[in-house]
């Protein structure tokens, strides 16, 4: 048998034995091709968080005018004088109009209840609520005092704020960072292991105005010493939280 002959017959052979293989796997669904795995690097998950105290710069002030009458139109009438003399009151002590914002404006039907009788239309009630801010702390006494004065009869509360929170917020991350590779090291050299790179980082928090505080209107602006409402701002807290990945190495 020549050369050429032997080798055509060995292909034919390791054809043979091929087929049969392929067919199997189509028939099971199993693939020909081997896949290998590769197993997930090891990894650090910890996260920290920053915090400054700030002094506040802003305060917001939530008032109103309630007034009530025997007609809705009175109500509304005595209403809209009350307030025109708050606005005005506004102005004088220095807020300006954009600082200035309606927040409110009702009217309802008030009613006197008593057992085994219909309801009984008493009149109407008129409100007007404003919101105010104030940009000179040293002013929020007595600018509560002047409004008062003018016809307030509601203050609904008082929140202290920052006009621009991106200084104190810029603080707080740097502090989270740190505090975050410190509990990272930390950990690499308790567990004996290299500590890598940071794969991810995602952050959380930030400065959010505190819901308003009561403040209680009195029935006189000024006390016999002719001191205004003693206002204190305190400290404003900036948190910012932070989470982050690392890798590790044996």
Do not use: C, W
């Given at each position: 048998m020549?050369r050429?002959?032997?080798?055509l017959?060995?292909g034919s052979?390791?054809?043979?034995?091929?087929?049969?293989?392929?067919?199997?796997?189509?028939?099971?669904?199993?693939?020909?091709?081997q896949?290998?795995?590769?197993?997930?690097?090891?990894?650090?998950?910890?996260s920290?968080?920053?915090?400054?105290?700030?002094?506040?710069?802003?305060a917001?002030?939530?008032?109103?005018?309630v007034?009530?009458?025997?007609?809705?139109q009175?109500?509304?009438?005595?209403?809209?004088?009350?307030?025109?003399?708050?606005?005005?009151?506004?102005?004088?002590?220095g807020?300006?109009?954009?600082d200035?914002?309606?927040?409110?404006?009702n009217?309802s039907?008030?009613?006197?209840?008593?057992?085994?009788?219909p309801?009984?239309?008493?009149?109407?009630q008129?409100?007007n609520?404003?919101t105010?801010?104030?940009?000179?702390?040293?002013?929020?006494?007595?600018?509560?005092?002047?409004?008062?004065?003018a016809?307030?009869?509601q203050?609904?509360g008082?929140?202290?704020g920052?006009k621009?929170?991106?200084?104190?917020e810029?603080?707080?991350?740097?502090?989270?960072?740190?505090?975050?590779?410190?509990k990272?090291?930390?950990?690499?050299?308790?567990?004996g292991?290299q500590?890598?790179?940071?794969?991810?980082l995602?952050?959380?928090?930030?400065f959010?105005?505190?819901p308003p505080?009561?403040m209680?209107?009195?029935?006189m602006?000024?006390d016999?010493?002719g001191?205004?409402?003693p206002?204190?701002?305190?400290e404003?807290?900036?948190r910012?939280?932070?989470?982050?990945?690392?890798?590790?190495?044996?």
């Open positions: 020549t050429t002959a032997r080798a017959m060995l052979a390791l054809m043979t034995l091929a087929v049969p293989a392929i067919a199997s796997a189509q028939a099971t669904g199993a693939s020909p091709m896949v290998h795995a590769m197993a997930q690097q090891p990894a650090l998950n910890l920290a968080y920053g915090e400054v105290k700030v002094a506040p710069d802003q917001t002030i939530n008032f109103g005018v007034t009530e009458a025997a007609t809705a009175e109500a509304m009438t005595q209403n809209a004088q009350q307030m025109t003399r708050v606005v005005a009151a506004l102005r004088r002590a807020i300006a109009e954009r200035i914002q309606t927040s409110g404006l009217l039907a008030q009613y006197d209840y008593q057992q085994n009788e309801p009984k239309l008493r009149g109407y008129a409100q609520r404003v105010v801010v104030i940009n000179d702390l040293s002013k929020v006494g007595a600018t509560a005092d002047a409004v008062v004065t016809g307030v009869n203050i609904d008082i929140a202290f920052l621009d929170a991106k200084a104190a810029d603080q707080a991350r740097q502090l989270a960072v740190r505090a975050l590779q410190d990272a090291r930390l950990y690499a050299q308790a567990l292991v500590l890598g790179g940071v794969r991810s995602t952050e959380g928090g930030g959010t105005p505190e505080r009561p209680y209107a009195r029935a602006a000024m016999a010493g001191a205004s409402t206002v204190s701002a305190g404003l807290t900036v910012i939280d932070i989470s982050g990945t690392y890798d590790i190495g044996r």
